[in-house]
Every structure is written in C-alpha cells, then in structure tokens.
C-alpha cells in the first residue's frame, strides 16, 4: 500500500503561483470576491504564504495546503468521521457526512480546511468549465486540498483496463502537473526508489511546523543549500 507524499522544492519555486490557479480549476473551488476575501472566507485549497526562514533576509513564499499529516487532528476531533486517514495517507473527506461543526478547522493547526459560508457560484461564461470528476460541495461544509484523489482513481481504472501495475507517473496532482518550475515532485513516500521519498531524506528536507507531532507528508527543500 503506497503512502502517498508531496516535496516541495523552495529554492525552485518562482512564487507564481500557478499550482494555486490549477488546483482551483481541477477541484471546483469557486472564485472569491475581494469582499469575500477581507471577511476572512477566502476560498483556496492551496495559497502561498510568506514566511520569515532562518538566513534570509526576505521572507519565503511557502506552497500550503493540507499537509495530509499521519497523525492529523482534524479527523481526531470529527464527530462524524467525515475527515479521516485513509490507507493510504491521504487525510479524506466525506461532504455528505459533514455537520459544519467546524471542530476540524479549529483543531488543524496549519489553517488549511475550509468552512464553505457560501453556496459555489462562477460566472455564466465559466460554467461549462467545471470538473465534472468533482463533487460540489454545498454550503456549510468543510472543505481541502484532496492530493486530488479523484485522478488516483481514474488512474487505478485506467491500468486496471491496460491489465499493468500503477506506476508512479500515472497518478499526479494538478498541482504538481502545473508547476513550471517543476518545484514539486508526488509520489510514494514508502518505497525506497522513488523521487519523493529520495528528496524527503535530503538534508535541506523540513516538515512544517513538525515539532508538533502531526507527521506531515508534505515535505518542503529549503532555499540555497
């Protein structure tokens, strides 16, 4: 069973904040106004923070969705199992399960799950323009950043037909496809061989905030080292 991990290469990364766009059009997050935003209910899976690192003199623009943590506390706290770690590592939701409680949102020390205030809208021209692979979620639900495991699932039919094992570059998050800088790299964190899990050994790997103990599978490489 593969534990699926994502390594984040900051001294690669630009800031241009493409994997932000692409995540959004993959996963149906609707567009935030400017209102929206200062009300504190902007509506991203995937933002790029500034952080102040250790020997820089500028602060970092760090990639942060759900960190997918091995021992996330958001599915701890979930009085419905609506939030929990799958099997493979990919911390999941359930939207018909979620109550809106928010008890997840204020346990998840990263900031990442979302409370959905409003219903989804686009604009008329932008309505062809959804992912018809993705669930949209309806007010008063919690939502985050998924690995998109819906492309894990067309992958694992599509070999399935092919009759052949799933390999690593069968199952990649829109994120990770988008990236111009090819700052990002996902795959099993479990299997020796692998890209991801090779980067996630490397001296210049950190975990965010992992003095916390959530065991995070988002792995980021610092800058100029």
Known sequence: MPRWGLVIDLDRCTGCQACVVACKHENNV??????????????????????EMPGRAAPTALPLMCQHCDRPPCADVCPTGATYLNPEGIVAQIYP????????????PYGVKLFNWTAPEWPESMAG?????????????????????????????????EGRELAAEDYVPACVQTCPAEAMSFGDLDDPHSEVASLASSPRAFRWMEELGTKPKVVYLREGE
């Open 97 to 108: 399960r979620c109550i809106g409680c928010r008890y997840c949102t204020n346990a998840c």
């Open 129 to 161: 323009m959804q992912n018809p692979d993705v669930s949209l979620r309806p007010t008063g639900v919690v939502e985050k950043c998924t690995f998109c495991h819906h492309r894990l699932m067309q992958a694992r039919e599509q070999v399935a037909a």
């Open 30 to 51: 609707p567009l935030s106004t400017s209102a929206v935003a200062a009300a504190g209910r902007l509506m991203t899976w995937m933002q790029l923070v500034p952080v």
